[in-house]
């Protein structure tokens, strides 16, 4: 692999990367004249057809850097035909980035960009993919979906972008990824975005790509990942008491628990429960319905602590998440570091406890030799499991509760519709009581300070929201 580009100190022009005069036009129209440097360094040999693997973040203007030569090299001639290929991690991100190629793509007359991510009906899907598309932006659960469905032709692709690949990993993605790069043409361009260059995008990056371009922008207010790795020396009676003990001391705002098998996700539900935690299990029979309501409470804080199994945590997206507990060592380090991965990010600084029982210590020299880091062995923290030893742990139960409202985006429901309604003379609430607040499609969740959440709810519902009657409901997982 090439040595990344050394930055450069002098800003670029669109109008000097090699762009046509129509994308100049547009650029021109929605006030982009000036380039940041991941566009300066990435759009010429993206426009040469060269494979590329660059390391920024969201807000870097990398969605432009790739986006602009794909635009300049589809065809757009004759019945629309799959040309392009995009996989993201997370739906909101597909619809970010469709947006923005459907916005620098608006001189080109007939172009045809379609979302495919899970948690929205396949049918329509289906039927935009029979009309004919240019650009696919996906997730690749869904994509794969599509594509063992046989509804995706993928031979004619020119162009796949890999982007936010260091999440897509996290998140599970990873076989998925393989098995749809496995149906495309070996004479494609390939581009990788990342935040991160942990070992597996290293190996992502020499198995799929040719010859790439690097570029690396600097970003002065991201501090490296910084991630403290521990582990427990325990035996499998103890892992209990000690999980307990360490989330008592540790106090975590959220952690997610991961263990090996569903039975055991289901016994460590069972005893955070009984130790008045507020927690969740995530597993494979969920429907989608619940796993949405679990992740929402999570997210807003109602839930402090997710379980979960690598399988049931495939493809969740958890931002800020304070500690990942290996309850179970995984089989494999490559496991191992996709998950400590949902930790630390954003500049954080994260923690990851590791159980390791005494036939398992091969197993955790296998990930320091594959990871090159240290993990520390920590004094492994005790608590009498008694019932009144419970009771008596230090509180880590929730602060928030999340609530349901039954209207959402289509119904035009916007974030500051119901903080409005919250805090305004009917509903009498301080902001600082409000926590998240979710839009989806046709209902919301806020997360309310439990001490005044009946007071939330009594508001919403005899009350009005932008106008209109809601129904109002606590969300119980």
């Known amino acids: 692999m090439s040595h990344p580009h050394p930055s450069k100190p002098t800003k670029l022009m669109f109008a000097d990367l090699g762009l046509s005069s129509d994308t100049l036009t547009v650029l021109s129209e929605i006030g982009f004249t000036e380039a940041t440097q991941i566009q300066c360094e990435a759009i010429p040999p993206l426009l040469q057809g060269r494979d590329l693997i660059g390391q920024s973040k969201t807000g870097s203007g990398k969605t432009a850097a790739f986006g602009l030569p794909i635009l300049e090299r ?3 001639r004759g019945r629309p035909r799959l040309q392009t290929l995009i996989l993201c991690p997370t739906r909101e991100l597909c619809t970010q980035v469709a947006r923005e190629i459907r916005k620098l793509g608006r001189r080109h007359s007939g172009l045809q960009v379609l979302v495919l991510s899970g948690g929205v009906p396949l049918y329509p899907q289906l039927t935009a993919l029979e009309k004919g598309i240019h650009v696919v932006v996906g997730t690749p659960g869904r994509v794969l979906d599509h594509l063992t469905r046989g509804k995706l032709d993928l031979s004619g692709i020119q162009t796949l972008v890999l982007d936010e690949a260091d999440r897509m990993l996290d998140m599970g993605f990873e076989e998925d990824m393989d098995a749809i790069l496995a149906e495309m043409p070996a004479a494609r361009q390939t581009v990788l975005f990342s935040a991160t260059f942990p070992p597996s995008i290293e190996a992502i990056s020499r198995h799929y790509q040719r010859m ?6 600097a970003d002065d207010e991201a501090a490296e990942i910084q991630i403290r790795e521990a582990y427990f020396s325990v035996e499998m009676g103890e892992k209990p008491g000690a999980l307990l003990a360490s989330l008592s001391s540790v106090k975590p705002e959220s952690a997610i628990v991961f263990c090996n098998l569903k039975v ?6 069972r005893t955070l429960r009984a130790a008045g935690i507020d927690s969740a299990a995530l597993h494979g029979d969920l429907e989608q319905s619940d796993r949405d309501r679990v992740m929402a409470k999570f997210r807003n804080r109602s839930i402090r602590v997710l379980i979960a199994t690598d399988v049931a945590a495939r493809g969740i997206d958890i931002e800020n998440l304070d500690v990942v507990y290996n309850y179970d060592l995984p089989s494999t380090p490559e496991v191992y570091v996709h998950r400590i991965g949902r930790t630390g990010r954003a500049g954080k600084k994260g923690l990851t406890i590791a159980f390791v029982t005494s036939v398992q210590t091969n197993r955790l020299q296998n990930i320091e030799d594959h990871t090159g880091n240290r993990i520390e062995r920590e004094e492994t923290p005790r608590l009498d499991l008694s019932p009144a030893a419970a009771e008596r742990a230090p509180d880590i139960s929730a602060r ?3 609530l349901y409202i039954s ?3 289509k119904d035009k429901m916007r ?8 805090t ?10 409000i926590g998240k607040i979710e839009i989806h499609d046709r209902f919301s969740y806020v997360a309310i300070s439990k001490a005044v959440a009946p007071q939330a709810m009594k508001s919403l519902t005899e009350g009005r929201v932008k106008g209109r009657k809601v129904r109002v409901e606590f969300v119980r997982s």
């Open 74 to 76: 589809l065809d757009l």
């Open 212 to 217: 790439p371009v690097r570029v690396t922008v």
């Open 264 to 269: 055991t996700v289901a016994e460590v539900a």
């Open 400 to 402: 928030m509760e999340t």
């Open 407 to 409: 209207a959402g985006r």
């Open 415 to 422: 974030p500051g519709d119901i903080l409005g309604a919250l």
């Open 424 to 433: 305004g003379e009917a509903g009498g609430l301080r902001a600082a009581d």
